[in-house]
């Protein structure tokens, strides 16, 4: 839900036209509907992309926690709306983490269609690969599944990419799709499991790696070892699979060929360490007794007596240390983990909440292996915070916000950055890419957008 100022000017963007009102004294919202908004969405006077920096950015809400700073410098922030969003979603929506591979940053969305809750104008569900260029900033869409896959009409089709959008070593980005609706991925609609995809972002060329690499489930969860080209995953299960429990498996992408299945998997994260190629996760969607798979032995996974949380993890860093998120949704805060994989020992390093939000869907790691950067709020929540981008100082163990971007975006363009499952920062630590669920003015949100935070030098620099 939006909230405004009563008494304040609020501008949105109806039917393409940018609507300024004043709200009454007693007015608390406005909502609203997808279908009455303009698809694709755009910005102002036409333009396909803004850069604003502004000390707006640095405006705290007055949820801001005690102890947290804010930034002195505002950053440089570039926006620009996903292309292909040319019809309402259900709603458009961001739900798997980007990355970045030689020098540009990988993401996707999806439409959250699916056969059994209605079908779109153009029919079933989709979801699309894309790929931002720093130099000409631009995006560019590399893949529209349900074209790719062409499926027979009344046939499931996965209106969702859940999954991290990897490189591997051959240059391919690999990924996996997950249903739009869980009714949908059934008998009925001749659903059989969900795919992995690989996609050459030089050529355009898209290949399908494995159908249904565990029968009748989905893939909403995974990570590539680019180095040994190992696909992880957890699943969810169709309604009408004799399996109901979440399977992680290990497939190996070169020779495509299954490696490993078995119950008891993860829901949403797992952590790599590509010093080692071993695989860490915890068993469903809750802090708990962290797993290990090695792939060198493929036996199944053995508990090593750690009790960590894993929404969300970084890359290994260059001191073998991995940091982890334990689930925050629907509560108060969320634990910050260190896991060093050397030791394979975790410890509480703190807390992510700058405010009242502490779901965090995406957290990553600078270069130098000192700062943190993530966006509490991840579904939907985070514009009370003022949508913050956060630096976590994991020496000094203290959270500085680089930028609050709300209302900044409300009240000069007309949209609120409401939450993201998608961030990423650059090799050089010098921008982080978040992939925005966006609201024009709708209870949820209706699209999304890139945000590209350039970070001061200053703010970066102990």
């Not at 689930?327 to 910050?336: E, H």
Request: proline fraction near 8%; include cysteine.
């Amino acid at each position: 839900m939006t909230k405004y100022h009563p008494g304040s000017f609020v501008t949105m963007t109806v039917l393409g036209m940018v609507v300024i009102a004043i709200l009454p004294a007693r007015a608390q919202r406005v909502i609203i509907r997808d279908e009455d908004l303009a698809y694709p969405p755009t910005l102002s006077a036409g333009q396909t992309l803004v850069t604003d920096s502004s000390p707006e950015f640095l405006m705290p809400p007055e949820s801001l926690r005690e102890g947290v700073s804010i930034a002195k410098t505002p950053p440089t922030v570039t926006f620009i709306f996903y292309p292909e969003q040319n019809y309402p979603g259900k709603p458009w929506s961001n739900w798997g983490d980007g990355s970045v591979a030689k020098g540009k940053f990988y993401s996707a969305i999806g439409d959250h269609y699916a056969i059994g809750r209605g079908e779109a104008r153009h029919g079933t569900g989709t979801a699309f690969v894309y790929e931002y260029d720093p130099q000409t900033m631009k995006l560019r869409s590399l893949v529209n599944v349900s074209e790719f896959l062409n499926m027979p009409k009344g046939h499931y089709t996965p209106g969702k990419i859940h999954t991290r959008v990897d490189m591997g070593s051959d240059g391919w980005l690999y990924y996996a799709t997950h249903r739009g609706s869980p009714k949908a991925a059934n008998d009925a609609n001749h659903y059989v499991g969900d795919w992995i995809f690989r996609t050459n972002p030089t050529t355009g060329e898209t290949e399908i790696v494995a159908h249904a690499p565990v029968p009748k489930h989905s893939i909403p969860n995974s990570v590539l070892d680019p180095k040994r080209m190992i696909f992880y995953g957890g699943t969810a299960a169709g309604p009408d699979s004799p399996q109901q429990e979440i399977q992680f498996f290990a497939y190996d992408v070169v020779h495509r060929k299954l490696l490993y299945s078995g119950s008891n998997g993860p829901a949403r994260y797992m952590i790599l360490a590509n010093s080692t190629g071993r695989l860490y996760y915890v068993p469903g969607n809750a802090d708990g007794e962290l797993m290990r798979y090695d792939p060198v032995k493929n036996t199944p996974p053995v508990a090593i007596g750690e009790t960590i949380g894993v929404r969300a993890a970084t890359v290994e860093t260059a001191d073998r240390l991995v940091y982890t998120v334990s689930t925050g949704q629907r509560s108060g805060d969320a634990t910050l983990w260190q896991f060093n994989t050397r030791t394979e020992k975790s410890t509480r390093i703190g807390t992510v909440a700058v405010g009242g939000e502490a779901y965090v869907a995406s957290l990553d790691v600078d270069p130098t292996g000192r700062y943190l950067y993530y966006v509490p709020g991840a579904h939907g929540g985070g514009c009370r915070d003022g949508s913050p981008l956060v630096q976590f100082d994991v020496k000094t163990r203290t959270k500085k916000v680089i930028a609050f971007l709300h209302p900044f975006y409300q009240e000069k363009y007309g949209f609120t950055p409401k939450g993201t499952y998608s961030t990423a920062i650059s090799a050089e630590g010098d921008k982080v890419y978040i992939t925005w669920n966006v609201s024009r003015g709708t209870r949820a949100w209706d699209c999304c957008g890139l945000a590209i935070i350039h970070i001061p030098e200053s703010e970066r620099t102990p």
